[in-house]
């Protein structure tokens, strides 16, 4: 974006940090229909996991020195340290307060009395972290993440999972009211060069960390292609740089985010099932079928037996 296109650090970095991001469910939802299975299928649900992950990280150090660059002060190492230790805290109290929640969450309470309990801690951290302009969607993410490690409390994600269709509808309603398709001309080439420059870095990093780990052939050729969909995680981090960033800076790079995660949504599960595909994780229909039906023939046998 630099070198070709003439923009701005700040608005390059926060890019850059943003096309870390995956969205994993297109491709979590493509592997159970179709039941893969195998090392490549775990491989891509370890990845997938971290990658929101990194990206946060990568965003939160790219923020700090975009709020450095539009400061206007001399280079003092304290300016660029204190956001990455605001963020530091943030993340040790979302251990504090999964921790708090693991002992005061128990089977003795109604699942009303859950549910309160869960939103109001996920509320105070995400009001905490607004107060001191620390982004909430790391903490947030460290807090799930050690909550469930602690307890390994499905039933809890399952009852606020049914809670949050009309927050996520609400979220991705403010977002596309964002899209300004006239200014979507201005930057259109912008954004294709992003779209496709984003596919081959998502390659080129699955392939090479792939190589460093010594993973097998099919995770090193293919795995790239399981990372394309972006979605939920980007468009949120589009927002927050929106508005660390000058009005016009601002408003392409939430146009780039929002048309390329459009495509990237299209193509992301055929692309996901191509890998799979590739990788031999899915069985052929024929074989699924012969699976299928030795299995019918020993459910008959066993109760053939049992009636004897």
Same mark, same amino acid.
């Given at each position: 974006?630099?070198?070709?296109?003439?923009?701005?650090?700040?608005?390059?970095?926060?890019?850059?940090?943003?096309?870390?991001?995956?969205?994993?469910?297109?491709?979590?939802?493509?592997?159970?229909?179709?039941?893969?299975?195998?090392?490549?299928?775990?491989?891509?649900?370890?990845?997938?996991?971290?990658?929101?992950?990194?990206?946060?990280?990568?965003?939160?150090?790219?923020?700090?020195?975009?709020?450095?660059?539009?400061?206007?002060?001399?280079?003092?190492?304290?300016?660029?340290?204190?956001?990455?230790?605001?963020?530091?805290?943030?993340?040790?109290?979302?251990?504090?307060?999964?921790?708090?929640?693991?002992?005061?969450?128990?089977?003795?309470?109604? =699942?009303?009395? %859950? *549910?309160? &309990?869960?939103?109001?801690?996920?509320?105070? #951290?995400? /009001? $905490?972290?607004?107060? !001191?302009?620390?982004?909430?969607?790391?903490?947030?993410?460290?807090?799930?993440?050690?909550?469930?490690?602690?307890?390994?409390?499905?039933?809890?994600?399952?009852?606020?999972?049914?809670?949050?269709?009309?927050?996520?509808?609400?979220?991705?309603?403010? =977002?596309?009211? %964002? *899209?300004? &398709?006239?200014?979507?001309?201005?930057?259109? #080439?912008? /954004? $294709?060069?992003?779209? !496709?420059?984003?596919?081959?870095?998502?390659?080129?990093?699955?392939?090479?960390?792939?190589?460093?780990?010594?993973?097998?052939?099919?995770?090193?050729?293919?795995?790239?292609?399981?990372?394309?969909?972006?979605?939920?995680?980007?468009?949120?981090?589009?927002?927050?740089?929106?508005?660390? &960033?000058?009005?016009?800076?601002?408003?392409? #790079?939430?146009? $780039?985010?929002?048309?390329?995660?459009?495509?990237?949504?299209?193509?992301?599960?055929?692309?996901?099932?191509?890998?799979?595909?590739?990788?031999?994780?899915?069985?052929?229909?024929?074989?699924?079928?012969?699976?299928?039906?030795?299995?019918?023939?020993?459910?008959?046998?066993?109760?053939?037996?049992?009636?004897?």
């Amino acid at each position: 974006m630099v070198a070709f296109f003439h923009l701005p650090w700040s608005f390059s970095l926060l890019l850059g940090a943003i096309g870390c991001a995956t969205a994993p469910a297109s491709t979590i939802m493509t592997i159970r229909q179709y039941h893969a299975k195998g090392n490549f299928v775990d491989t891509i649900l370890q990845v997938t996991a971290l990658d929101d992950a990194v990206a946060l990280i990568a965003f939160s150090v790219c923020t700090a020195l975009v709020e450095f660059m539009h400061a206007d002060q001399v280079l003092e190492w304290s300016l660029i340290l204190l956001p990455f230790l605001w963020n530091v805290l943030a993340v040790g109290l979302a251990v504090l307060l999964a921790w708090v929640l693991n002992h005061i969450i128990s089977e003795k309470r109604s =699942s009303d009395h %859950r *549910l309160v &309990l869960v939103i109001a801690i996920i509320l105070s #951290l995400t /009001g $905490i972290c607004s107060c !001191f302009a620390i982004s909430p969607l790391l903490s947030c993410m460290v807090l799930g993440a050690v909550y469930i490690n602690l307890s390994g409390n499905k039933d809890l994600f399952r009852q606020v999972n049914g809670f949050t269709p009309p927050i996520t509808l609400l979220f991705f309603v403010l =977002s596309g009211m %964002r *899209l300004d &398709l006239r200014a979507l001309v201005s930057c259109g #080439l912008i /954004g $294709i060069v992003y779209f !496709f420059v984003r596919i081959l870095g998502k390659a080129a990093g699955a392939w090479t960390g792939a190589s460093l780990s010594h993973a097998s052939t099919s995770v090193r050729q293919y795995l790239g292609l399981a990372l394309i969909p972006q979605a939920g995680v980007s468009i949120g981090l589009a927002i927050l740089g929106q508005r660390l &960033l000058p009005s016009a800076e601002g408003t392409m #790079l939430s146009l $780039i985010i929002l048309s390329s995660a459009v495509l990237y949504e299209m193509i992301g599960p055929a692309c996901a099932k191509l890998s799979l595909k590739l990788s031999d994780s899915i069985a052929n229909d024929e074989g699924r079928e012969k699976g299928n039906g030795a299995n019918h023939l020993k459910v008959i046998s066993q109760k053939l037996h049992g009636n004897q």
